[in-house]
């Protein structure tokens, strides 16, 4: 079965400072990959799709690239504000399919 | 963009009891949905595929008979966890994909705490 695993459970960096989370897969070859961040107690919200075809996708202070030989997506979140702080997923999907990430924790300090 | 209602996003029952979760889209029509768990800390477990008009398609170790799934029209699926047992409490969450939409992105409900005594 598919394996997704995202870096450090959680993740702690400096206001201003560019946070980079890591998304690895294995046994699994999706169309697309997706981001979603999720707020405690709330469910995800989507963020960006990079699809297999495309090695890089961005959306204001968001980066995401997409390597399917190494099976590995990063986030990139420049410029980071504490309102940043929040639990990220990466997700993989291929037609009506979706499975999650394991989630990393992010905190950004003042 | 596409909303996602859930309801209720928190109950606690007695153990031995049933509970039903609705999950709703609001502006579009969902011809499947997905019912997700998820515990403290941890990542969403897909449970199942829930269609309209036809029966959910379970993940593996998911019980159908515990977790019964109906999508009888195309804005709203709902969970019935029945009998619950405190290991049943957890976060559930629902979720929908519109199809008019080629992100191809889910909307997400805002998830029901179900805490069983």
């Known amino acids: 079965s598919q394996k997704i695993e995202q870096n450090s459970e959680a993740l702690n960096i400096q206001e201003g400072k560019t946070a980079t989370l890591t998304c690895n897969y294995t046994n699994y070859s999706p169309a697309y990959l997706q981001w979603y961040r999720q707020d405690p107690g709330r469910g995800p919200v989507f963020l960006l799709l990079i699809r297999e075809n495309e090695k890089e996708k961005r959306k204001e202070r968001l980066k995401v690239t997409f390597d399917t030989t190494l099976k590995q997506s990063l986030f990139h979140i420049t410029a980071s504000q504490p309102a940043d702080s929040a639990t990220y997923l990466c997700?993989?999907?291929?037609?009506?399919?979706?499975?999650f990430g394991t989630g990393t924790s992010l905190t950004v300090i003042p | 963009g596409a909303v996602v209602s859930q309801h209720p996003s928190r109950v606690i029952c007695k153990s031995g009891t049933s509970v039903k979760i609705e999950c709703r889209s609001l502006d579009f029509q969902a011809t499947t949905m997905f019912w997700y768990r998820q515990f403290p800390k941890q990542s969403l477990m897909l449970m199942a595929t829930s269609n309209e008009g036809s029966k959910a398609t379970y993940e593996q170790g998911v019980e159908k008979d515990k977790f019964l799934i109906n999508h009888a029209s195309l804005t709203l699926s709902t969970l019935t966890v029945t009998s619950a047992h405190p290991e049943d409490s957890s976060f559930y969450i629902c979720?929908?994909?519109?199809?008019?939409?080629?992100?191809?992105?889910?909307?997400f409900g805002s998830g029901t705490q179900l805490s069983v005594l």
């Open positions: 979720s929908a994909r519109d199809w008019t939409d080629r992100n191809e992105k889910l909307f």
């Open positions: 997700a993989l999907g291929r037609r009506n399919q979706f499975y």
